[in-house]
C-alpha cells in the first residue's frame, strides 16, 4: 500500500503534516476527513515529490537523507528485527514510527510503499543511491536471494562501523597535526606583519645599517604585507585549476599514481584503499554475490583511480579465468598481503574470510602508521614554529644590542 505525505487542519484551524498509508490519494483524503482533519495538500512519497530524500535531486539542496552513523545505527536496527523473524514490511513500519528526521520518515515510508508493491527490497533501495550505494544493494540483494537478510545486514553494519571508525581515527590522527600548523601560520603571519614593522621602525630612520637577519625580516614583512593577497588568489587559483583539472579521468589517475609514490601519504593511501577493498570483496563474497559481481562493486569503492584502475584490470583476468590471487599479485599498487591471502583462501575454500583478515590487518597497518606519523610530526612542528618564533625575536632583538653598542 503506498504511502502518502499530507498537509491538513484540525477542528481548531490547526496545521498538521504526517504520513498514512492508502490505496490512492482519494482513500487518503477520506481517512483525513475521518478523523475530523481537512485536507489541504495530499502527495505521495515517492522518487517524484521528494527527489532530495530518494535520488539525491536538487530540490532540496541533493542531501543525503542517511549520514554514515545513522545508516549504520539504521541497518543494524533492521538486521535486529529481521533477524529476530520480523517480516521486512513490519520491520519497516517500525523503524518509520520511530524515525525522528521527517526526511529519514518518509524515504523508510518510500521503501515500505514499494516493498508492499512487490518490488525486492534491493530494489527499493535502488530508489534513494544517494543513500545506498551498490555495494549496500548488491549485499541486499544476495541475503534475499539465499534468505538470510538479517545476517547479511548484521554484516553490513559491522562492515560500515569498522570503515567508519578507520576513518575517524585517521581524521584524529591528522586533526592535531592541522590544528598545530594552522595556529602557527596564524602566529607567524601577525608577527611579520605587524610586531616586526612596529618595533624596526625605530630603528629604520638611523643612518647605520640594520643586521643582515632584520633586513630580511622586513622584506618578508613588507613582501607579505604588500603582496600577501595576491600570493593567497595565486594559491586559491592553483587549487582550484587543479580541481578542475581532476575531473579529467586520465589526468586524474595520474595524478592518483603519482600521490601513491609519495614517502609516508602514499603508503597509507594505498593500505587504507587496500583494506577497504578487501573488506568489501570479502563482505560480498561472503554474502553470496559472484566474484566477478564482487569485484567490479569492490573496485567502484576504491577512491584512488591509479588503484581502481587496476582492480578493474584483475577483474577482466579473474573473467578469463585466472585465480584472484594471481590476479592480484601482478597489480604492485596492492600489497603483497592481500594476494597472499587470496591465495590461502582459494586454496582452503575459504576465500572471504581470508580476505577478512588481510583487510584487518592492514587496516590495523594503517593506523599504525597513522598514528606513528602523527605522534613523529607533534614535536617536529613544535620545534620548526618555535625556530621561526626564535628567528622573529632574533630580528626585532640584533637591532636593539647593536644600539645598546653603539651608546657604549
Known amino acids: 500500500m503506498p504511502a502518502y505525505r499530507f498537509e491538513a487542519l484540525d477542528a481548531a484551524g490547526k496545521s498538521s503534516t504526517g504520513l498514512l498509508e492508502a490505496d490512492n490519494a482519494r482513500a487518503a483524503r477520506a481517512q483525513l476527513r475521518a478523523q475530523a482533519l481537512v485536507p489541504l495538500a495530499v502527495s ?40 529476530s523473524g520480523l517480516p521486512l514490511e513490519r520491520a519497516l513500519t517500525a523503524l518509520s514510527d520511530e524515525a525522528d528526521d521527517t526526511r529519514q520518515r518518509e524515504l523508510i515510508a518510500h521503501l515500505k510503499s514499494e516493498v508492499n508493491a512487490g518490488a525486492s527490497f534491493a530494489r527499493a533501495l535502488a530508489s534513494a543511491p544517494r543513500d545506498f550505494d551498490d555495494v549496500y544493494r548488491a549485499v541486499v540483494a544476495a541475503g534475499e536471494q539465499s534468505g538470510a537478510l538479517g545476517i547479511v545486514l548484521e554484516k553490513m553494519a559491522d562492515d560500515l562501523e569498522e570503515r567508519q571508525a578507520l576513518r575517524a581515527k585517521l581524521i584524529g590522527a591528522a586533526l592535531y597535526p592541522a590544528i598545530v600548523s594552522l595556529i602557527a601560520v596564524v602566529i607567524v603571519i601577525f608577527l611579520v606583519t605587524y610586531v ?8 629604520t630612520n638611523s643612518k647605520r645599517a640594520l643586521p643582515g637577519l632584520t633586513v630580511a625580516m622586513l622584506a618578508i ?5 604588500h603582496y600577501g593577497w595576491f600570493a593567497l588568489l595565486a594559491i ?5 585549476t587543479l580541481m578542475f583539472a581532476l575531473r579529467n ?3 586524474r589517475q595520474r595524478f592518483d599514481a603519482g600521490w601513491l609514490t609519495l614517502p609516508l601519504i602514499g603508503r597509507l593511501a594505498r593500505g587504507y584503499n587496500a583494506a577497504r577493498f578487501a573488506s568489501t570483496l570479502a563482505m560480498l563474497a561472503g554474502a553470496g554475490v559472484p566474484i566477478l559481481k564482487a569485484l567490479q562493486a569492490a573496485a567502484e569503492t576504491l577512491s584512488n583511480r591509479a588503484m581502481r584502475a587496476d ?10 579465468g585466472a585465480p584472484l590471487a594471481s590476479a592480484m599479485a601482478g597489480k604492485k599498487r596492492f600489497p ?6 587470496a591465495r590461502l583462501g582459494e586454496q582452503t575454500g575459504t576465500l572471504p574470510a581470508m580476505l577478512g583478515r588481510a583487510a584487518a590487518q592492514m587496516g590495523a597497518e594503517v593506523q599504525r602508521r597513522a598514528m606513528a606519523l602523527a605522534t613523529l610530526l607533534e614535536p617536529l612542528l613544535i620545534v620548526a614554529m618555535g625556530i621561526v618564533v626564535m628567528l622573529i625575536v632574533l630580528a626585532v632583538l ?4 647593536q644600539l645598546n653598542t653603539w651608546v657604549k
Open 336 to 341: 603483497g598481503l592481500l594476494a597472499m591471502f
Open 249 to 251: 579521468e586520465g589526468f
Open 44 to 83: 505521495p512519497v515517492g522518487a517524484a515529490s521528494a527527489p532530495s530524500a530518494l535520488d539525491g535531486g536538487p530540490a532540496r539542496g541533493g542531501r543525503r537523507v542517511f549520514n554514515t552513523t545513522a545508516l549504520t545505527v539504521w541497518t543494524r536496527q533492521l538486521a535486529g528485527l529481521v533477524g
Open 236 to 240: 586559491a587559483g592553483g587549487f582550484g
Open 311 to 320: 582492480a578493474m584490470d584483475a577483474l577482466v583476468r579473474v573473467r578469463e
Open 221 to 225: 614583512s613588507d613582501f607579505v604585507r
Open 196 to 203: 616586526v614593522p612596529q618595533v624596526a621602525s625605530v630603528f
Open 398 to 401: 640584533l637591532p636593539i644590542i
